[in-house]
Every structure is written in structure tokens, then in C-alpha cells.
């Protein structure tokens, strides 16, 4: 009896332990817990540190530049010229940023009006959004949303509308969507369409091999950036980038 007691009560406390371990690791993403962490740069940089919002147990860690090198080199028709993902700004753009992000990440909404000015104040950048859901399940219904209104040349105005609503649920999309003049009927049918997983997966795909781990997080040139930067610091970027490109 005693051992089956002692079995009973170890089963409980490895049941608890588990439980713990999901809520903390879930909580952290939830609220935007982040850890300090110097950009992965490809090139040298003054930045110091980050805020993002840490993927749910992403397994991804530090990697060498000279891999994180070879893996940008090796996917950077994936990453900047994907026909699956949505860009901003113009399309013909000497320099493309692309952007991971997660609609009910606080420090993506931080970085939006940034962004937003970028392509209106540099003519010449091509924004390219990886729409990167890792937070809950408010952020994986409007990522699908999002992308289902591309279908109906809606992108752009529904991403700037979820991303000013503080935190995003499938109602509030809904009701963004709505309100934009979307066909919802064809929107839901859409939210299922495989280019929409398809999406998903790749920027997961991406995210890992060229461990960003966290929203948002920037690939701009041969930088790999994670977390809000200042406006200067990322238009500097850009036209580094601008820059290397003339040679």
C-alpha cells in the first residue's frame, strides 16, 4: 500500500511540474516577457539590446554568423521573394525588409507606425511581412485572416487595422473585417485555402533556420534583427543595405 501511495503521489507532483512548466512558458509569451539579447548580425552593428516577444517553446538558440550567413544566402529567395507573402510599400523596391511579427505582440504594434512611415517617407524599400502567429490563438486566426483578405486585395488595410486594436481576438477580426467591407463568407472560406498554411509554415520554417525566436524580428540586407529598434537605427539599416547593393 505504502509503495502504491508513494507511486500515486509521485505521478501527482511530475503532473504539477509539467503543468507549471507549460503555464510559465506560455505566460512569458503571452505578456511579452523578453530577455535581453544583442542583434544577430550578419554585419557589424552599435546595437546593444532588444525587446521582443519569445516564441512558445521555440527551440531555436545563438547560432554562428558564419551559419546564420550561409542560411540567408541559401533562403533569401524564400524569405524576400515568397509570391505567397504580402509586401508593402513598392513592389519594384531596391531594398526589401521583411518583417516577422505576431498580431497581439506589443512590441510589434510599437514598431507599426514605424514601419508605416518607412514606406511612405523611402519610396525604393519593399516591405515583406511574415505573418508569424506564435503568441495565441487570437494571433493564428487573425494571421489567417490577414492573408485570406489578400485574396481580396484587402491586405494591407486589415493589417494596419488589427495592429491598432490593443489585443486582437477572432471577434475583434472579425469586426475589423467587416468594417474594411470584406465578403466575410468568402473570407472564412479563404482563412482555409492552402497558401494560408502554406504561409505560416514557412515563416516557421524561416524563423528557425535563421534563428529569430522571437517578434518581431528583421532581415534587412545581410542583417538579422530581432526586436523595436529606433526609427534612425532602422532606416540606417536600410541604407546600408541601399549601399552595399551599389558597391
Not at 511540474?17 to 511579452?32: D, E
Not at 542560411?71 to 533569401?76: D, S, T
Amino acid at each position: 500500500m505504502q509503495m502504491a501511495e508513494r507511486g500515486r503521489a509521485r505521478g501527482r507532483f511530475i503532473l504539477l511540474c509539467i503543468i507549471a512548466a507549460v503555464f510559465l512558458g506560455s505566460g512569458a509569451a503571452l505578456l511579452g516577457v523578453y530577455e535581453p539579447d544583442a542583434p544577430l548580425s550578419l554585419m557589424p552593428t552599435d546595437s546593444d539590446n532588444s525587446h521582443f516577444s519569445p516564441a512558445a517553446n521555440s527551440d531555436v538558440g545563438p547560432a554562428p554568423i558564419a551559419s546564420l550567413s550561409a542560411a540567408l544566402a541559401r533562403r533569401r529567395s524564400d524569405l524576400e521573394r515568397d509570391p505567397n507573402a504580402p509586401v508593402l510599400g513598392n513592389p519594384d523596391g531596391d531594398v526589401t525588409v521583411v518583417e516577422f511579427f505576431d498580431y497581439n505582440c506589443p512590441f510589434c504594434k510599437k514598431v507599426a507606425a514605424d514601419m508605416k512611415r518607412l514606406i511612405a517617407e523611402d519610396p525604393g524599400v519593399r516591405l515583406v511581412y511574415r505573418e508569424w502567429p506564435i503568441i495565441n490563438r487570437g494571433s493564428r486566426f487573425a494571421a489567417r485572416a490577414a492573408l485570406a483578405a489578400r485574396r481580396q486585395g484587402k491586405y494591407e488595410e486589415l493589417h494596419w487595422a488589427l495592429m491598432a486594436q490593443p489585443r486582437v481576438t477572432e471577434t475583434s477580426a472579425l469586426q475589423a473585417a467587416r468594417a474594411l467591407g470584406l465578403d466575410m463568407a468568402r473570407l472564412q472560406r479563404d482563412m482555409n485555402h492552402r497558401s494560408v498554411a502554406r504561409h505560416i509554415s514557412l515563416s516557421m520554417d524561416l524563423a528557425r533556420t535563421l534563428a529569430i525566436n522571437g517578434t518581431p524580428g528583421f532581415v534587412i540586407g545581410d542583417v538579422i534583427k530581432r526586436g523595436v529598434m529606433p526609427f534612425d537605427e532602422l532606416r540606417q539599416y536600410v541604407r546600408d543595405a541601399r549601399a552595399a547593393k551599389a558597391g
